[in-house]
């Protein structure tokens, strides 16, 4: 099994920063992926970033240019840098990691909440 444990989340007004962090562990095969999704209250699950092979990063529109994912391949954690976050940034942030035999895991989600 593969473990996911994200921190980082807490309370930061509009305009601040954060960072997230994601450790995996346990039995990891090859990674072909780790990323962050996120859910607001009364909303679907959306993607926030993803990062492939730890060189190819992909962002939904709403966070380039705000946010930044990066990851330490020998640590197996991936990080997301939020800056300039906005009210509308308040969700609980889920970590996840796809295997390239298409295994995907997910963390339990850390919450974010941005006062205005």
């Known amino acids: 099994q593969v473990q996911l444990v994200e921190s980082g989340g807490g309370f930061v007004q509009a305009g601040g920063s954060l960072r997230l962090s994601c450790a995996a562990s346990?039995?990891?095969?090859?990674?072909?992926?780790m990323g962050w999704y996120r859910q607001a209250a009364g909303k679907q699950r959306e993607l926030v970033a993803t990062?492939?092979?730890?060189?190819?990063?992909y962002y939904a529109d709403s966070m380039k240019g705000r946010f930044t994912i990066s990851n330490d391949s020998a640590k197996n954690t991936v990080y997301l840098q939020m800056n300039s976050v906005k009210p509308e940034d308040t969700a609980v942030y889920y970590c996840?990691?796809?295997?390239?035999?298409?295994?995907?895991?997910w963390g339990k989600g850390t919450l974010v909440t941005v006062s205005s």
């Open positions: 990062i492939r092979s730890g060189i190819s990063t």
């Open positions: 996840t990691l796809t295997t390239h035999t298409g295994d995907q895991y």
């Open positions: 346990g039995r990891i095969s090859s990674i072909y992926s």
